[in-house]
């Protein structure tokens, strides 16, 4: 019998599919929980067409970046690359493509806020993260506006994943102490479930130095002052009508540089450090029928995302972006296999920025009104078909008052054949509105005419191949996104990257190893691109590779394992001051859970095992004389513990 999506992209989920064959209750009584069979089960719409790009974040690995950062939850897949050192700087890339142009919900809440260009729109703690998703290249219809070039989707914890079933009260404690910035970690989470209801409550804390690079110097700015929040309250009845609203907060409050993704500040211009005062909030109310079939099932969310960066030191500056978001769906299942998701959905986008110094005041707000609908086929056991249409009428509002009014329309197509029993083929096309966004509001000052802006369009294409042979699994895809008339304060430019993906899994009952490699190129109005020509739509990031091992030991309860992370090196156009140097980046760990105290799990970890000094491919900045980029941490020892009760 075929399996759809044999394979797929699974080999970039972080997981394989050999462990079921050879052992995968054991694998998962031992921690060992890398199937991506285990997490894509949540995802109804795992085997969907438009899923086929589709990367899936292992709980394993979620488990192991929960006390570390964006850049630990992606660090096996190759394609999505996470520049910056630390938490309010790290900017994501997937297949090249800056995350701002992509769809982004936590809990089905919109995110994007558009915040300070040398600080992340999308800063988010891993320790409150259930499932991670991203959907490169080609998004679906009820993907939402904005999804130019794919979408990514961010889960948070439910009280189900901490509770088990028939048990009303539980949690974990998790402590961690790396040794480079002697940074100290704890979070708490409880849970409950009574009658229906669900709660949960989480809170987090880190604490520490400025840590030194490879080279020994003292990375000033990167000292770690943050605390997260996440509450949760649900009602399931018996039925399956549930109701959820989701809440959450991350605040980082520390002196960091002038400019904080810079080593330091620019050359001949430095101020010095100064105070950065963050904040970043979450809210959603989603209702939906878990129990739901035929040609009723309905799904609600209302959302609103917010991004504060004050800078009260050194021209006191304040910047604040937020977004509402709401989406009404129904989905229509006509049989067992084939449905059409249809519905409408809204977006409310706002920036400001003031100054007390200059007596700045202003504000670019955007509205957009979509309707769209998505139809996901099976016509037989060898072809699987995604294909849907939106429509988007926006308003745009700059800061001296100017309005513009446009619309537009975007198609979307994916299909996956199966050649044989474990090959398959699979491609996907797009043509996005994405209208005009709000700019960063630290630019808002260049903001005098918006006659020259026009809506922004992108075109996408994909085209892969998934290929199982027993215990091996092998793929690959070619990949382009165009976007026209991106937006750069006041004016347009034409921004492209493309590039491939390979990737190979090999699983045996008691490990596993995994390759993946992603190469692209980033150009604007057709020439070759550095880091500032393209910022905020891509990155040069050339050809990066993340190997994997893990491996059971024999000693119940222990499992070893390591990555390798690899740049190579980059020629940079003209436009650079030089070419990007290449890296290679060894991690080992060592994870035990007691026999006796399997509540029980500790993890020693060493990052960067031979000290390498670097700055990761997406940092901004290594191509420039000017910059000093912000180099990664040295070797770094930490210890976590947790306790589940």
């Given amino acids: 019998m075929i399996r759809r999506h044999s394979g797929r992209t ?23 929980s890398l199937d991506p069979i285990i997490v894509e089960a949540r995802d109804e719409l795992s085997d969907a067409a438009d899923r086929a790009t589709s990367m899936y974040v292992s709980d394993a690995e979620l488990e192991r970046a929960r006390t570390g950062d964006l850049r630990d939850v992606f660090s096996g897949i190759a394609s999505v690359s996470v520049g910056g050192g630390i938490p309010l700087t790290q900017k994501i890339y997937v297949n090249g493509v800056d995350m701002l142009n992509l769809g982004v919900t936590i809990d089905g809440a919109a995110q994007n806020n558009r915040a300070f260009h040398h600080v992340s729109a999308n800063a988010i703690d891993p320790g409150l993260l259930r499932q991670v998703r991203a959907d490169a290249t080609v998004s679906p219809a009820d993907a939402g506006p904005y999804a130019l070039a794919g979408s990514v989707v961010f889960e948070t914890v439910d ?57 020994g110097d003292t990375m000033t700015g990167t000292s770690a002052n943050l605390e997260s929040y996440l509450g949760k309250l649900a009602y399931e009845s018996a039925g399956g009508h549930r109701i959820e609203l989701s809440g959450q907060s991350l605040t980082d409050n520390e002196i960091r540089q002038y400019r904080p993704n810079f080593g330091d500040s620019l050359a001949g211009f430095n101020p010095g450090p100064t105070l950065y005062e963050t904040e970043r909030q979450s809210y959603s109310l989603s209702y939906g029928n878990t129990l ?59 920036g400001n920025y003031t100054s007390p110094a200059s007596g700045d005041d202003d504000t670019e707000k955007s509205r957009i009104f979509g309707l769209f609908a998505q139809a996901r086929l099976v016509p037989d056991d060898r072809w699987t078909l995604s294909f849907g249409a939106r429509f988007d009428r926006q308003e745009f509002t700059g800061v001296t008052g100017t309005t513009i009014e446009t619309e537009g329309a975007s198609l979307n197509g994916s299909a ?76 347009n430019f034409d921004f492209e990257s493309r590039g491939f993906n390979l990737g190979a899994t090999y699983g045996w009952a008691t490990g596993f190893a995994r390759a993946t490699l992603s190469h692209s190129d980033v150009e604007v109005d057709g020439e070759a691109a550095a880091g500032y020509e393209a910022l905020d739509f891509g990155a040069p990031l050339g050809t990066v590779i993340a190997l994997e091992v893990e491996q059971q030991t024999g000693i119940e309860g222990l499992e070893i394992g390591g990555g390798l992370d690899i740049a190579f090196d980059y020629d940079m156009p003209d436009s650079a001051d030089r070419d990007l140097e290449g890296y290679e980046v060894v991690n080992v760990f060592a994870e035990y859970v007691p026999p006796r105290f399997e509540a029980v799990t500790l993890r020693l970890e060493v990052e960067n095992l031979f000290d390498a000094s670097y700055a990761d ?29």
């Fill in 416 to 491: 996956s054949y199966a050649v044989t029993d474990g090959f398959v083929l699979r491609g996907g096309l797009s043509t996005v509105f994405g209208g005009i966004d709000i700019e960063d509001n630290y630019t808002f000052f260049r903001m005098t005419d918006y006659s020259g802006l026009e809506s922004s369009r992108a075109n996408n294409a994909t085209l892969g191949f998934d290929w199982e042979i027993g215990a091996l699994t092998l793929g690959g895809e070619l990949f382009v996104t165009e976007i026209g008339n991106a937006r750069s304060s006041a004016e």
């Fill in 292 to 350: 739901a079939e035929g040609m009723w099932d309905p799904e609600f969310t209302l959302g609103y995302s917010r991004s504060d960066i004050d800078r009260p030191l050194i021209e006191a500056s304040y910047g604040t972006s937020e977004t509402w978001s709401a989406s009404l769906s129904n989905t229509f299942h006509l049989n067992g296999s084939d449905t059409v998701t249809a519905g409408i959905d809204w977006q409310e986008r706002r």
């Fill in 159 to 215: 009280a189900s994943d901490i509770l088990a079933p028939g048990d009303r009260f539980g949690g974990d404690l998790r402590l961690s102490y790396a040794d480079n910035g002697e940074t100290f970690q704890r979070a708490l989470t409880l849970a409950g479930q009574e009658g229906g209801f669900e709660w949960l409550g989480y809170v987090k804390r880190a604490t520490g130095d400025d840590y030194e690079s490879g080279a």
């Fill in 617 to 645: 491919r997406a940092t901004y900045g290594g191509e420039y004389d000017t910059v000093v980029t912000m180099k990664e941490p040295g070797r770094t020892v930490s210890l976590t513990a947790v306790t589940r009760f």
């Fill in 10 to 32: 699974r080999l970039y989920s972080t997981t394989i599919l050999a462990v079921t064959m050879t052992g995968g209750l054991h694998a998962q009584e031992a921690g060992f």
